[in-house]
């Protein structure tokens, strides 16, 4: 009985330090979006700091990356870099509210538009004959 016992608690203490999984998931574009932003096609972008921001030496000439990160990512760079694969890489931060206000909503327009009507069937459109004609 004494063993019965332990393998519970045992199970008991094991559910309850499981991790709770959210499936929440976030992607550019939404508000709550952290990250690496293309800006090709885009007005340019409202920065934080004018110059960029770089951690590391650079070890090979890369383009500068536009990153949207928290406040206090950009306060302590040094620490947070490694999130972003950015650690020697020349960066610019770009604002909250231009992000909120120009690339966001465009972005969800141009990628809800194209989604919908460009290539939702990835390529399977050819009828009955495509593979035959492979």
């Known amino acids: 009985?004494?063993?019965?016992?332990?393998?519970?608690?045992?199970?008991?203490?094991?559910?309850?330090?499981?991790?709770?999984?959210?499936?929440?998931?976030?992607?550019?574009?939404?508000?709550?979006?952290?990250?690496?932003?293309?800006?090709?096609?885009?007005?340019?972008?409202?920065?934080?700091?004018?110059?960029?921001?770089?951690?590391?030496?650079?070890?090979?000439?890369?383009p500068p990356l536009y990153l949207r990160v928290p406040p206090g990512h950009i306060k302590q760079w040094g620490r947070y870099c490694g999130r972003y694969g950015a650690c020697g890489r020349k960066v610019y931060f770009v604002r909250d509210d231009w992000y909120n206000r120009v690339y966001a909503p465009r972005y969800r327009e141009y990628h809800h538009d194209h989604g919908r009507h460009e290539g939702w069937d990835h390529g399977r459109g050819h009828g009955d004959d495509w593979r035959r004609d492979r």
């Open 1 to 62: 009985m004494k063993h019965v016992m332990t393998a519970a608690m045992l199970i008991a203490a094991s559910l309850t330090s499981l991790p709770s999984q959210a499936g929440v998931s976030i992607s550019v574009g939404e508000p709550g979006f952290y990250g690496q932003i293309d800006i090709g096609g885009y007005p340019p972008p409202q920065l934080i700091y004018p110059q960029p921001v770089v951690i590391q030496p650079a070890v090979a000439v890369m």
